[in-house]
T-cell receptor, first 112, second 116 residues
């Protein structure tokens, strides 16, 4: 069965650089969620999209932006990276009308 | 604010011991409840979920959980743990109702270490 795809799986950046993380939901899933998991922390909700519109926003810094495209994939854009942005970034998708989230493998971002 | 609390941050057990991890949430309305497992360096995997019906739910790998609405709890249990159960365990909630858009609220996680 198809799963959520995230790319890249690992990313190393310098401070003040930018990064773009991509998420490809399971086919026919219409909602995408982004979570950030810092070292030794629980995942924290960042932002979500339903049918290409932002549906909710959590503790996402102003330096970050995201969008969902017509093919339902989503991108998380991160600018002016800081050391504290080093984390595992998960994307999850849900099918229409169903609350179970299916998680991708995550992108591990390291900011040096 | 809606929150999830896991009672145990670090649990060490010997193989074949029984496991119970506590989870409580703060929300008075309808919720969906989940337990996820995260093996070292890996992504979150769903162990089990509760949406409605029988409050005792069975998941994968011999895990089960009981939803007690009056106690706002969803404790995870396994009668006999194995070394391969060593992982991080997260309880999570999706609150329903106005203003809730399906995002998961996670507990702080419990690190389970099983000694062979």
């Amino acid at each position: 069965a198809a799963g959520v795809i995230q790319s890249p799986r690992h990313l190393i950046k310098e401070k003040r650089e930018t990064a773009t993380l991509k998420c490809y939901p399971i086919p026919r899933h219409d909602t995408v969620y982004w979570y950030q998991q810092g070292p030794g922390q629980d995942p924290q909700f960042l932002i979500s999209f339903y049918e290409k519109m932002q549906s909710d926003k959590g503790s996402i810094p102003d330096r970050f932006s995201a969008q969902q495209f017509s093919d339902y994939h989503s991108e998380l854009n991160m600018s002016s990276l800081e050391l504290g942005d080093s984390a595992l970034y998960f994307c999850a998708s849900t099918p229409p009308g169903y609350n179970e989230q299916f998680f991708g493998p995550g992108t591990r971002l390291t900011v040096l | 604010a809606q929150s999830v609390s896991q009672h145990n941050h670090h649990v060490i057990l010997s193989e074949a011991a029984s496991l119970e991890l506590g989870c409580n949430y703060s929300y008075g309305g309808t919720v969906n409840l989940f337990w996820y497992v995260q093996y070292p360096g890996q992504h979150l995997q769903l162990l089990l979920k509760y949406f409605s019906g029988d409050p005792l739910v069975k998941g994968i790998k011999g895990f089960e959980a009981e939803f007690i609405k009056s106690k706002f709890s969803f404790n995870l249990r396994k009668p006999s743990v194995q070394w391969s159960d060593t992982a991080e365990y997260f309880c999570a909630v999706i609150p329903h109702g106005s203003g809730n858009t399906g995002k998961l609220i996670f507990g702080q996680g419990t690190t389970l270490q099983v000694k062979p």
